[in-house]
């Protein structure tokens, strides 16, 4: 059975530093890029970018690029996403999901979703 | 980065009722690179649609797809009171990949 499992909540304060993780489980890992979704509260999905654990290759959404960063450790099938200074902005939950890549990028398993909570 | 635009905002009907979605593109979509994701609340995201009219893994026969270059369509056929939720479409032809702002179909 393929398994996206992320991470658990976190609450921190604006300025820290944080990384969620996303672990596939069920598939071979490096055959499928992971993205990284974020919805904050009451809105929609906003695509943040990818990275092909094969290589850690990675794209980003302009408006997310410089802002976060994403990474891979293909030797436990995990894709992070990590922020070096957090800011009460970034409250939202974040999703990862895979696509298979080469045209068929959509988003066919996706995690169960880590919330960040950015307060002071 | 394209622009995908859904209508309407809220869909109120019953059980049973047929419901019609629409995702229009600001330019278009690269080889109807174009799905279709349904969310319930507290719930991730779920593939329906991709492909513009492929149905994934699972998803019933009453959800059906179709549509290319700017206008594409998404429609429950009869709906079961598990359809009420949020749906996104999302293009995946040109980077960055975006959603349209969702269609929450709600019960009348």
């Not at chain 1, 890029?33 to 009451?42: A, D």
């Not at chain 2, 869909?11 to 047929?18: M, Y």
């Not at chain 2, 799905?35 to 513009?52: D, E």
Request: hydrophobic share 30%; glycine share 10%.
């Amino acid at each position: 059975e393929v398994q996206l499992v992320q991470s658990g909540a976190e609450v921190k304060k604006p300025g820290e530093s944080l990384r969620i993780s996303c672990k596939g489980s069920g598939y071979s890992f490096t055959r499928y890029w992971i993205n990284w979704v974020r919805q904050m509260p009451g809105k929609g999905l906003e695509w943040m970018g990818r990275i092909d654990p094969t290589d850690s290759y990675t794209n980003y959404s302009p408006s997310f690029q410089g802002h976060v960063t994403i990474s891979a450790d293909k030797s436990i099938s995990t894709a992070y996403l990590q922020w070096s200074s957090l800011k009460a902005s970034d409250t939202a939950m974040y999703y990862c999901a895979r696509s298979w890549g080469g045209g068929n990028d959509y988003f066919d398993y996706w995690g169960q979703g880590t919330l960040v909570t950015v307060s002071s | 980065e394209i622009v995908l635009t859904q209508s309407p905002g809220t869909l109120s009907l019953s059980p049973g009722e047929r419901a019609t979605l629409s995702c229009r593109a600001s330019q278009s979509v690269s080889s109807t690179y174009l799905a279709w994701y349904q969310q319930k609340p507290g719930q991730a995201p779920r593939l329906l649609i991709y492909g513009a009219s492929s149905r994934a893994t699972g998803i019933p026969d009453r959800f059906s797809g179709s549509g290319s270059g700017t206008d594409f369509t998404l429609t429950i056929s009869r709906l079961e009171p598990e359809d009420f939720a949020v749906y996104y479409c999302q293009q995946y032809g040109t980077s960055p990949w975006t959603f349209g702002q969702g269609t929450k179909v709600e019960s009348k």
